[in-house]
């Protein structure tokens, strides 16, 4: 099975941050409790790469690139509602306000289902004008049984809060569009209004910026007002944090990237990059070093936040020029090249999920990375958490495109063709000098979701930026199904990333909650209901035992199987029958890593069947 989705990539090329491995077999299940039938549960489809746009924001700050106004068939945003979802959801789904500038009478959108792409044509509801620009709005909405097509092929969980819905295309872009789908089981926040434009709670700070988006019209699509933002931040909040992680409250559109780190200062040395400050354009005195936005939920995942907190740093050594070789790949100006050894997280040809293995001699191999990845020891260096004697010679390939023209996660055992060259690192300081400049052990990050004007973010959606926010600051025991770890771990334990919020005259709330290893709500797998909540942690060879009620009633069902998956393939396999409609099975996780639980159902006759529910975050300790 592939992928359904279009090939993107006519405006930029495309990072592939992400994309599910798709295990290649289908095995077949025997069922001792129903003989003569098979069960086989049908795989999931690959989810659309995820763009950094971190090389464009910096070309254009440096007057590399200009700032042109928003194109015509460019997307600004949309209102989600309900604004969070869960698997269990029963009621009508709307996709709100949908902002495309120019005049675009109907747009296309293609929604992702197991089976294919569905095309609909949506029909413009209104308009609005903005910067002298016309902007068309489009509304629309699905039943719930859309969600459940959905969420049968598509993983979410505590480290992924987010599930694509599809693309919204127009004549000139392609644009992917998610939804925040989380458990049910996450905490109240408290939450302290300061006045109509400005709440925050322990984790996250939301303001109400009416021109925020508004200015990607005028200012080009990575054009937020972030300096009208900052302003308004630095009045109610101290000026203690490295960077500001701006996030919106209606979901921001692009194609040309789901995140990205623009450097407001720089004071290291010897990395490839020139030295600067412009703190004081964010209403900053000096310690604010970058600005950076996130679509969607990226910001609360570890891959995007992993490497885009990198991009601070790296990578602007330019070792493929240095081995003589073109750059190629993903936005190569700021993007690590293919070579050998070690993965790394901002890399122009391959994900962090692979690394290149030598075979003997000459050959080399793609392999899958192992769990977790850890930062290059090149970035390292950049970092100061590494000196230059650690960092090894590096084989760098002369066919930089050998996997394309965007970063990606080619199969393990892949042979690299072509020539190779060794860059050392008396050739790295030879180029840029020694690293000079301070060396931090702490990021301090403010994540600030930002409401379109008269409005602040609900309860829930604080319940969900805070809690989400917080698990991105733990050191530990948040590595994804993919096997990225936190910031903390990546970085060797040399750098935390704290995410706690303090403001200037209000006290800090300090009422804690528990992030890691934390239960899976009893409804968080659509079609079932558990007798109690659901474990994120569980012991190797230890027994477990899932038991509960179906509460899909389409079909009689008789069969459950729960699959027990890790990025690698492998699998425990939990089956039982279904009588009365309730289940109970046992079983046992037989290796230790990061798995996702996945709810497969079955009916007489009923054939090979995706999945109900995948839910990832899954630990086996
Ligand atoms: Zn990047």
């Not at 693309?167 to 872009?173: G, I, L």
């Not at 009045?235 to 990237?257: K, W």
């Not at 996660?409 to 020694?434: K, R, W, Y």
Request: proline share 5%; net charge positive; charged share 20%.
């Amino acid at each position: 099975m592939s992928s359904q989705l279009k090939v993107r990539g006519t405006i930029v090329s495309v990072h592939f941050f992400r994309r599910l491995l798709l295990a290649s077999l289908l095995w077949v299940l025997s069922s001792p409790l129903a003989a003569q039938e098979v069960f086989e549960p049908l795989l999931d489809v690959d989810p659309p790469s995820v763009v950094c746009g971190t090389p464009r924001v910096f070309d254009q700050q440096f007057g590399i690139l200009p700032v042109n106004p928003v194109q015509d068939g460019q997307g600004l945003d949309f209102l989600q509602e309900p604004r969070v979802l869960h698997a269990d959801y029963t009621g009508k789904i709307t996709v709100r306000n949908l902002r495309i500038v120019g005049d675009y009478p109907t747009i296309t959108f293609r929604r992702w289902t197991p089976v294919g792409e569905v095309n609909e044509t949506w029909t413009r509801r209104s308009t609005q004008t903005i910067g002298g620009r016309l902007v068309s709005r489009f509304t629309r909405s699905w039943p719930a049984a859309a969600l459940r097509k959905a969420l049968r092929a598509r993983t979410y969980g505590y480290d992924k809060p987010q599930i694509f819905w599809g693309v919204v295309e127009t004549p000139v872009a392609e644009m992917d569009l998610y939804f925040r789908v989380t458990s049910k089981n996450i905490p109240v926040a408290t939450v302290t209004k300061i006045n109509n434009r400005v709440q925050y709670s322990s984790h996250v700070v939301n303001l109400s910026v009416g021109p925020f988006t508004n200015r990607r019209v005028t200012h080009g699509g990575s054009g937020f007002a972030f300096a009208t933002a900052a302003k308004l931040f630095y009045q109610h909040f101290p000026d203690v944090y490295d960077g500001l992680s701006f996030v919106t409250q209606r979901d921001a559109l692009s194609e040309n990237y789901a995140a990205f780190h623009s450097l407001v200062k720089n004071a290291v040395s010897g990395i490839g990059l020139s030295l600067f400050n412009n703190t004081s354009t964010y209403g900053s005195a000096g310690r604010l070093q970058a600005i950076e936005f996130y679509r969607g939920a990226f910001a609360l995942q570890n891959d995007v936040s992993n490497h885009e907190a990198l991009h601070q740093w790296a990578d602007f050594f330019d070792v493929a020029e240095m081995a003589g070789y073109d750059c190629g790949g993903h936005q190569c100006s700021s993007h690590m090249p293919l070579l050998f050894p070690r993965e790394n997280y901002v890399g122009a040809v391959l994900e962090e999920t692979r690394r290149v293995r030598r075979v003997g001699g000459d050959v080399y191999e793609i392999q899958r990375t192992p769990n977790p990845g850890i930062q290059h020891p090149l970035h390292k260096y950049a970092m100061g958490h590494a000196n230059a004697g650690s960092v090894p010679n590096l084989v760098v390939f002369e066919d930089q495109e050998q996997f394309g023209d965007s970063s990606s996660s080619p199969d393990p055992g892949t042979e690299l063709t072509g020539n190779s060259q060794i860059v050392a690192m008396s050739d790295i300081l030879g180029t840029h000098g020694p690293r000079t400049g301070p060396v931090m052990a702490r990021w301090r990050r403010a994540l600030v979701v930002i409401s379109p004007a008269g409005t602040l973010l609900s309860q829930k959606e604080m319940n969900y930026w805070n809690f989400y926010a917080k698990r991105m600051g733990e050191n530990q025991n948040t590595t994804s199904y993919h096997g990225i770890p936190s910031f903390f771990r990546a970085s060797g334990n040399k750098m935390r990333l704290r995410t706690d919020i303090d403001a200037r005259n209000y006290p800090k709330i300090t009422k804690g909650f528990q992030t890691v290893f934390r239960n899976y709500g009893r409804t968080d797998w659509r079609g079932v209901t558990f007798d109690a909540a659901v474990r994120s942690r569980y012991l190797v060879n230890a027994n477990y035992t899932f038991s509960g009620r179906v509460t899909l009633t389409d079909q009689p069902y008789h069969v459950i199987l729960i699959i027990a998956e890790m990025a690698d393939g492998t699998q425990e396999r939990f089956q039982g029958n279904i009588v009365g409609q309730r289940f109970s099975v046992t079983g046992k996780f037989l290796k230790r890593g990061n798995y996702r639980l996945r709810v497969f159902l079955f009916y007489p006759g009923s054939g090979s069947q995706y999945q109900s529910t995948g839910v990832s975050g899954v630990i086996v300790k």
